[in-house]
């Protein structure tokens, strides 16, 4: 059974930083286009991010230029480097696979807050 499991949120002031981490079971990452999601109080969850398996990446308007995806596939791990944060981005973080997609994991709060 595939499993992702978020972690590295936390709360942080407007401007500051976040790296999230996703690391997956059950699967290897290697061959499939990765995402990172988010959810706010709400709102739809809706996409961030995607990699590609060759590291090709798209963003969200909304995050284009302030957030980057990345991935480790030997440690089986996609990673949103989070810098100038609004409190907008505040939120519920996932990961999943857009393609191929499996049950949600916990996700990880983001709070951009001062």
């Known amino acids: 059974q595939v499993q992702l499991v978020e972690s590295g949120g936390g709360l942080v002031q407007p401007g500051g930083s976040l790296r999230l981490s996703c690391e997956a079971s059950?699967?290897?990452?290697?061959?499939?286009?990765m995402g990172w999601y988010r959810q706010a109080p709400g709102k739809q969850r809706e996409s961030v991010a995607r990699?590609?398996?060759?590291?090709?990446?798209t963003y969200a308007d909304s995050v284009k230029g302030r957030f980057t995806i990345s991935r480790d596939n030997a440690k089986n791990t996609v990673y949103l480097q989070m810098n100038s944060l609004k409190p907008e981005d505040t939120a519920v973080y996932y990961c999943?696979?857009?393609?191929?997609?499996?049950?949600w994991g916990q996700g990880t709060q983001v709070t951009v807050s001062s």
């Open positions: 990699i590609t398996s060759r590291g090709s990446t």
């Open positions: 059950g699967r290897t990452i290697s061959v499939y286009v």
């Open positions: 999943n696979f857009p393609n191929s997609p499996t049950p």
